[in-house]
Every structure is written in structure tokens, then in C-alpha cells.
């Protein structure tokens, strides 16, 4: 579905990204970990047409994504979460939903003065749908919140309404940036359960970016870890687990973080 | 949000804060020096409030005591909300701050007094010192300014500490008194219609300003009606909001014909000069409500807007007036309207399009740029082959609507005229704020990035917004043509751009009525750019008190007079959070499971 062929980026002499190599096939969860700083997001921002690549290519069910702008590769139906939850958050619940239609709609000024029938039909068209993908979070963004801003929210369900919003897109890929951070583990299980059931009920295909490594082990095919923007190793959550590079890059770096302290302290 | 405990703390109302103390009564005695030099006293002297006690000159030194004072007592902030502690205290607070602003006038006429700095100052006259000794000896005037200063200033301690439902009922009455008194030319034209000059002539002074018996009756008035009515508006309004979703729909309908049918006979009733200052002010809402879609909406800050009404009152020209020195078909003002609209769109899509690639400040700066180079294409004499340049063009005809001609000469048919098309204009707002067009307008204006990543396609939604916008605005510029008959380069001057925009924020972005009520204020009290308003003799200080009530607003109100729900949230996020908190509304936990 989504194949991703010697993908580089560079920000001033910062290599974000180098040589990246990655494909999803229809239907798999696949989690892409790796350190702070390993260049994680900015591959989500790549595949969404935020950043644009200094080489490689992005081909997305077989056709280039490379020089689209971020709306037209969401028509073409990835969408994104944003690790540090951005929400319209002076709009209603309801219309962060609605507004994230809007490649999947057409009426246009025409039709919303002269409130034609294809007009309103549309109009509660969207509103349904945007009612439906609240509901699959249960009660918490349905009823009376409806009409509520996104700013009364709690964090968690921030992150469950980006979540929503990304739905309502209709996408068939689904990108998600730290679904679960800053939620306890209670909430954190419900939301892993959720995710698959975004494979097996909405049909998405998703990657996701973790660092919860029960959410990765419980939700993923297959894992992808990136340290200073190179893909260190791939395969399944246990594979990747016992990895040397892995371990070294996570725990290793730690070590020699540590002794560099001691040098540095007196 | 980290409250601790839902109770009301009790407050320890704090000893006198010298610093704070201090601060007021500078600020007091600083604005009050600078509003004397400013000139408005003895500017503003000739326009009575309560004849013969207050004119509005003296009013505009003595609010600053009073107003100082109230704000002077002492506040806590307590989780987010400021709350007033009322003590005793305050009173004393206020008498000192009222003595400050008093003082800062003292020392005013004692320097007035013996030195002369008039060239530079052209307000440091020996009329400012007879005003400020009331036309008695300047020691006698300085003693009586010390005495009103503190009482004033006792008066606005009091304001702060007396019971709130005392402090609003005062602050009705002075603010019906104070209003009765602004709209006199308003309401004593309007009541002349109903033939009821008996009750203006009672309250009014011959030569402007309330009598002392009607400002009696004023501020009787005040107190009583709301007791009469008072409930009753309550509880209507609850009983239509819980009537079911039909019918109140109906009832909002009926409201709304009822409404516009009044609005629709007002004119007639209206004497010349009223509606001529209503059709002005119909003007800037037209514009106001432009430019709330692209700046409100869409929060693109387009600094030029002018340039919009500029070539929709041009196009009008050049197509209907026999004088237009190019071309000139001389259409009849409706046809001329349709390619006006079309042509405008199109010069909107023109600016637009290099415009909205650009953000921010720097898209501020661009737009204002457009506006001032259609203004100078206009008056240059590359183009005077088509637009006449200095000399404009003259003689523009005017709509003929059959049995009669709308022209600047009957305002009254131009009111109407405004009339029309601002509905036009408020139901076109309204349509598509509901719509998925004005859903990404909004979502733009909270995150553009995000909107984008969400599929909105960002440019052409911009542009959409600059069109919307400038067919508004050729909607003005071609009832103006109408109206004055003639137009001139300097009729479309940046200066409109920038009052447009203050409307827009003083009323509330993003926010109809709040529009229509930022233009109703600004342009019907204090007067547009280059129309008076009610208070004519503001004229010169006009700039002065928008620019100030712009700042005030920023400070204080930022979400405008009538505030959008949305914008309010966005700006007082966090004693809203707090509101909700208190209230329940807002989630702290998850305990609640998926159903
Ligand atoms: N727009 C940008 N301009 C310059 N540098 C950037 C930009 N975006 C990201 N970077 C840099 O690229 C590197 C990778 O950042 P990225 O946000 O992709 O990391 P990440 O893996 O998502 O980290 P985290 O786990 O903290 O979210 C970082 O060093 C970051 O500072
Ligand atoms: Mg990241």
C-alpha cells in the first residue's frame, strides 16, 4: 500500500531521515519506535506532505506523493495525528469532525446561500458521519458535548478526538503520533484495544509511533526502529526486542550518556 | 486547573497597597492633565449633558477619578478568576486616588498659571485655566477640584464596595442618564415622527442636553422599568428555549419578520439628519461585514480592505455617470451593480491570490500596500483618461427605482436602500459561517497547518474568503456612489481600512451582531472617517478615542463588546476552564467507561 524507497531529509546539516526504506501492506499495524529526537515524526510529517523530502520517494498505492500538498495527500486518504495534540479548539466537538470532511464533501458557497437540496443533504450527511466516528469513543464525545469546544476537553480525550478527526477523513492509512501519551495505563489499554478494533471495523491500515512498549507489543505486525534517522532494525515485537543494535541504542546510549556525565561532573 | 477545594475561601481583605495606591493616582493625575491638554474640555464644553450642572467637557475630566477609583480597591486572583474583597479600605483607596487625578489638575493650572508653553501645546490656554476654575478666581478652582476629586473618587470606592446588585443598578442609571443624553438629536427625531415632541421638549434643554427634571425621571426611569419587566424577559426566554426545536424556529422566524418590518418603517419616521447618519453608519456595517469573514472568519488580517470599496464605488461611477471621462455606458445602478459585484470578485481573486501565500505580519503589510496602490491608480494621471484622477468623477446619478431616485439628496431613501442590501449582507455571513466554507474558514483561523493536514485545501478557501469579502464591500462603494454623488481619490483613504478594522474587533470578531453593533457605536456616535456622528463635537478628538478604546479592548475586552462564544473562549481560556470546572462541564478524570 505504501512503499517508501531511499527517503532522506535534511534540516540545515541535520540529518532527520537517511536512506529510509519502509513499506505497509494493506491491513497491518506497523509501530515505528526509537529514541527521542530519531527523527520519528518527521517521517510522519514526510508522508503527509508537511516536509518535503530532500530525496527518495513516497509511493502511496501506487502513485507518487512526492510534490503533493498536505491536503491532497489527504484526499488521497492518509490521515495524521499530531503528537502535541492540535485541535481547532475554538470549534464545537462536532465541528473539528465535520470541518475534517471537507475533501470528502463539495457543496460550495452557491449551495449554502441558496440552501439548496444537495446543500442540506450533504450538511447532515456530514454531520452523521462526524456523529458516527465520535460514538466509536463511546459516550465521552457524543450528547451534550457535541457542541462543546474542544478546549474543555481532558487530555486524554484531546487525544481521542484527534483521533476522530483523523477518522472522519475517510482515510484508508492511518498515521498516529503517540496515540496514547500522557494517559494512565488503564486508558492507555482501552485505547490499544480500539486500535485494533480501527484495523478489524474501520478497515485502516495504521503505523503508529510508541513509545509505550506494551501498546507496541500488543497492537503491532511488525516494528520499525529508527535511531538519528536510519532504520536500525525491523521485524516483530520480539525480534526488534532482543536486537542488539536496539538494545544498544536505547540502553547503550544511556551507558555512554552516563559515563560522559561522570567525566564531565568532578 | 489545579483547584483544591470546591468552597469559597474566605477572603482577608489586605491593608492599603501604597504601590498600587500610588500607581492609580499617577495614572489619575496623568490622564487627567493629558485629556485637559488634549484640548477636550474646552473642545467638548459646548455640548450640554444635564444643563446647567455637567457638559460633556467636564465630563471628560471627571470620569477619570471615578472610573480610577472603582478599579483602584483591592482584587484577588483566586484560581484563575480576579474577585473584588471589599473592605472598608477601599473607600479610603478611592478618596486617595480621586485626590491624585485632582491633584495631577493643580498642579496643571498652577503651571498654566504662570508659565506659558502654548506654542508647542496649543491647548495651554487661559480658557483651559477659566474651565478649570470653573470662571472663579484658580485658587478657589484648586480647592474646589480637591474636594470633587476625593468625593468622586469616595464615590468610586463605594462603587467597589457596595453590594454588586447596588453597583449595577448605579451604574445603569448613570449610563441611561449619560445615554438619553448622547442620542438626544436620535431620540428627539424619532419622537418628533410619532408626533410626541411634548416628551422631548420636557426632558431636553432648549440647546441641548437634559434637563435637570429629565435626567430626574431618566434615572427614575431606569430603576423602575427593569423592575416592572425585568422577570418577565427572563422567563419568556426560557420558555421559547425550552420549547421544541420547531416551533421555537418559528418563533425566531416571527421575531425576525416582526423585527425587519420595524426596521423597515424607521426610516419614515426618521427626520433627515438621523437617517443620514443611519445610512452611514448601514455603510460600515456592509464593510464591517466584509471584512469580519476575512478577518474574523478566515483571520486573515487584511490591512487594505479599502481598496475593495474603492473599486466597487469607482466601477458604479465610471458605469453610470454621464461625467465619467473613459468609458462611459451610463448603466442603470442595478445592472451597473451586477458587473460591479463580478468585478470586484475578480479584483479580489487579483490581490488575493500573491497575497494569502504569505502569513501573518506579513501578509498585514502586503495588504496594506494593495490598498494604498489602488488608491494612488485611481488618483494618477496615468489612469485619468478613465478615473479622472484629483478631479474623481461627479455627477453619478443615483438608483432609479421607477416612482422614485435613491440619491444622497433624500437620505432617507438611501437608508433604506442600506437597509436592503445589509440584509442581504448578514444573511449571506450567516449561511456560510454554517457551512462547510465557513467551517474551514474557522478551522484555518485556529491552525492553518492542521487545517491543511485535515484537507481543506488552504489556498482556495483563503481566496474564497477574499472574494466573499470584497463583493461586501461592492456592495458599499456602489450604495456610496449613489449617495454622495461624486467620488474622489480621498474618499478611499487607508485611514477607512484601519476604522473598518476597528469596528470589526471593538464589536467582536467574528461575530455578526457584535459587527453590527461595533458600527452602530462607532461610526453612529462618534462618526466615521469623514461623517459626523451623534456626538459631532468629537469630530477632533475622534481618532484619539478609538485609538484608546482599540488599546482599552485589547487589554481588557479582547473579544469585543458583543463577544463570539468561540473567540471569548479562546481569549479568557483560562477562567473559562475554570467556569466549566466549577460548573461540572469539563472532564478532570476518565472514569466513565466506553458504552
Ligand atoms: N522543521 C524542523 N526544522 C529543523 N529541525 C527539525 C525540524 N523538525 C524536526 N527537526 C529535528 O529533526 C530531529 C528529529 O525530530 P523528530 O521530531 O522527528 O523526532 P522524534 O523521533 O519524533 O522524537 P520524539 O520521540 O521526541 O517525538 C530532531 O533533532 C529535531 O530537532
Ligand atoms: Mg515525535
Redesign the pocket.
Known amino acids: 500500500m505504501l512503499q517508501i524507497s531511499d527517503l532522506s531529509v535534511t ?2 546539516g ?1 540529518h ?1 531521515l537517511r536512506n529510509l526504506d519502509f513499506q505497509v501492506t494493506e491491513g497491518e499495524i506497523v509501530s515505528v519506535i ?1 529514541p ?8 510522519f510529517n514526510m508522508i503527509s506532505g508537511m ?1 518535503t523530502p530532500t530525496s527518495g520517494d513516497i509511493v502511496f498505492e501506487g502513485e507518487s506523493l512526492l510534490g503533493l500538498d498536505p491536503s491532497q495527500v489527504t484526499e488521497r486518504g492518509i490521515a495524521r495525528t499530531f ?1 502535541n495534540v492540535r485541535l481547532f479548539a475554538n470549534m464545537t466537538i462536532l465541528e473539528n469532525v465535520m470541518v475534517a470532511q471537507h475533501c470528502r464533501t463539495d457543496q460550495k458557497v452557491f449551495g449554502a446561500l441558496f440552501q439548496t437540496n444537495a446543500f442540506k443533504s450533504e450538511e447532515n450527511a456530514i454531520r452523521e458521519y462526524g456523529e458516527e466516528v465520535l460514538s466509536f469513543f463511546g459516550t465521552r464525545l457524543t450528547g451534550y458535548r457535541l457542541e462543546q469546544p474542544a478546549s474543555v476537553l481532558s487530555y486524554a480525550n484531546r487525544r481521542r478526538l484527534e483521533i476522530a478527526r483523523a477518522m472522519a477523513t475517510r482515510p484508508r492509512l492511518l498515521l498516529l503520533d ?1 496515540p496514547v501519551a500522557g494517559m494512565n495505563p488503564r486508558e492507555s489499554a482501552e485505547l490499544t484495544a480500539l486500535i485494533g478494533r480501527l484495523r478489524s471495523e474501520w478497515g485502516f491500515t495504521i503505523v503508529i ?1 510508541e ?1 509505550d512498549m506494551s501498546v507496541v507489543r500488543d497492537v503491532s505486525d511488525r516494528v520499525v526502529v ?1 535511531d538519528h534517522g536510519e532504520s536500525i532494525a525491523h521485524g516483530s515485537y520480539e525480534q526488534v526486542a532482543n536486537d542488539p543494535n536496539v538494545i544498544e541504542a536505547y540502553l547503550g546510549r544511556q551507558v555512554q550518556d552516563e559515563q560522559a556525565e561522570e567525566e564531565t561532573s568532578p | 486547573m489545579t483547584a483544591t477545594s470546591n468552597g469559597t475561601p474566605t477572603l482577608e481583605a489586605p491593608g492599603l497597597d501604597w504601590r498600587r495606591q500610588i500607581r492609580f493616582s499617577l495614572i489619575g493625575a496623568l490622564s487627567s492633565a493629558f485629556i485637559a491638554l488634549a484640548g477636550m474640555p474646552v473642545g467638548l464644553d459646548r455640548r450640554n449633558i444635564i444643563q446647567p450642572l455637567l457638559s460633556m467637557g467636564y465630563l471628560s475630566l471627571l470620569w477619570v477619578p471615578f472610573v480610577l477609583a472603582s478599579l483602584a480597591g483591592s482584587q484577588v486572583v483566586l484560581e484563575g478568576m480576579t474577585e473584588r474583597v471589599r473592605s472598608s479600605k477601599d473607600l479610603v483607596a478611592g478618596a486617595l486616588v480621586g485626590l491624585g487625578s485632582a491633584l495631577g489638575l493643580v498642579a496643571l493650572m498652577i503651571l498654566v498659571k504662570n508659565f506659558n508653553i502654548r506654542d508647542p501645546l496649543v491647548n495651554w490656554s487661559p480658557q483651559l485655566l477659566d474651565l478649570l476654575s470653573f470662571n472663579r478666581s484658580a485658587g478657589l478652582g484648586m480647592v474646589f477640584w480637591i474636594v470633587l476629586g476625593t468625593t468622586l473618587g469616595l464615590m468610586g470606592g463605594a462603587m467597589h464596595v457596595v453590594p454588586t446588585a447596588v453597583r449595577s443598578k448605579t451604574l445603569t442609571v448613570l449610563l441611561s442618564v449619560l445615554a438619553v443624553s448622547v442620542l438626544e438629536t436620535f431620540i428627539t427625531d424619532l419622537l418628533k415622527g410619532f408626533q410626541l415632541e411634548i416628551f422631548t421638549d420636557f426632558i431636553y434643554y432648549k440647546r441641548g442636553g437634559l434637563e435637570i427634571v429629565g435626567a430626574l425621571l431618566v434615572a427614575a426611569l431606569a430603576i423602575v422599568i427593569p423592575l416592572l419587566v425585568g422577570d418577565r424577559i427572563t422567563v419568556v426566554r426560557t420558555r421559547v428555549r425550552e420549547m421544541p426545536a420547531d416551533e421555537r424556529s418559528r418563533v425566531n422566524l416571527i421575531l425576525l419578520l416582526v423585527g425587519s418590518a420595524l426596521l423597515l418603517v424607521l426610516p419614515f419616521f426618521l427626520g433627515k439628519i438621523t437617517n443620514e447618519l443611519l445610512a452611514n453608519v448601514g455603510l460600515f456595517v456592509l464593510l464591517a461585514l466584509g471584512l469580519n469573514i476575512v478577518v474574523g472568519l478566515a483571520g486573515i488580517l487584511d490591512l487594505g480592505y479599502v481598496a475593495f470599496f474603492a473599486v466597487g464605488g469607482y466601477t458604479t461611477a465610471v458605469l453610470t455617470s454621464p461625467n465619467s471621462p473613459g468609458f462611459s455606458p451610463q448603466l442603470p445602478w442595478p445592472v451597473a451593480l451586477i458587473v460591479v459585484v463580478v468585478l470586484t470578485g475578480l479584483v479580489g481573486l487579483f490581490i488575493g491570490a500573491p497575497v494569502i501565500r504569505m502569513r501573518g505580519d506579513y501578509l498585514a503589510i502586503v495588504t496594506l500596500g494593495f490598498g494604498e496602490i489602488i488608491r494612488l491608480l485611481f488618483l494618477s494621471d496615468w489612469l485619468s483618461g478613465w478615473f479622472g484622477g484629483a478631479q474623481g468623477i461627479t455627477n453619478i446619478p443615483g438608483v432609479d427605482v421607477g416612482f422614485a431616485t435613491v440619491n444622497g439628496i433624500d437620505p432617507r431613501s438611501i437608508f433604506l436602500l442600506v437597509l436592503v442590501f445589509s440584509a442581504i449582507a448578514i444573511y449571506i455571513s450567516w449561511r456560510l459561517e454554517h457551512s462547510r466554507i465557513g467551517r474551514a474558514w474557522m478551522a484555518i483561523r485556529e491552525d492553518e497547518d492542521v487545517a491543511e493536514a485535515m484537507g481543506v485545501n488552504t489556498t482556495n478557501t483563503k481566496l474564497m474568503a477574499f472574494v466573499v469579502g470584497a463583493v461586501l464591500a461592492s456592495f458599499s462603494g456602489a450604495i456610496f456612489s449613489a449617495k454622495v454623488g461624486s467620488i474622489f481619490p480621498t474618499s478611499f483613504l487607508m485611514l477607512i481600512s484601519i476604522i473598518i478594522l476597528v469596528v470589526v474587533i471593538v464589536g467582536g470578531m467574528g461575530n455578526i451582531v457584535g459587527v453590527i453593533v461595533g458600527a452602530l457605536v462607532l461610526i453612529g456616535i462618534l462618526g466615521g472617517p469623514k461623517q459626523p456622528g451623534l456626538l459631532q463635537e468629537f469630530s477632533e478628538f475622534k481618532l484619539l478615542i478609538y485609538g484608546a478604546l482599540l488599546v482599552w479592548m485589547m487589554l481588557k475586552r479582547p473579544e469585543g463588546l458583543v463577544p463570539n462564544v468561540r473567540r471569548s473562549r479562546e481569549l479568557h481560556q483560562e477562567e473559562f476552564l475554570q467556569d466549566a470546572w466549577l460548573k461540572g462541564e469539563i472532564d478532570t478524570d476518565d472514569e466513565e467507561n466506553p458504552s
Not at chain 1, 527521542?36 to 517521517?43: P, R
Request: proline share 0%; aromatic share 10%.
Open positions: 534540516f540545515g541535520l532527520a526509537g527521542n529526537g530519531a527523527g520519528k515524526t518527521t517521517f516536509v503528537q503517540e509511533i513509545h529508527l
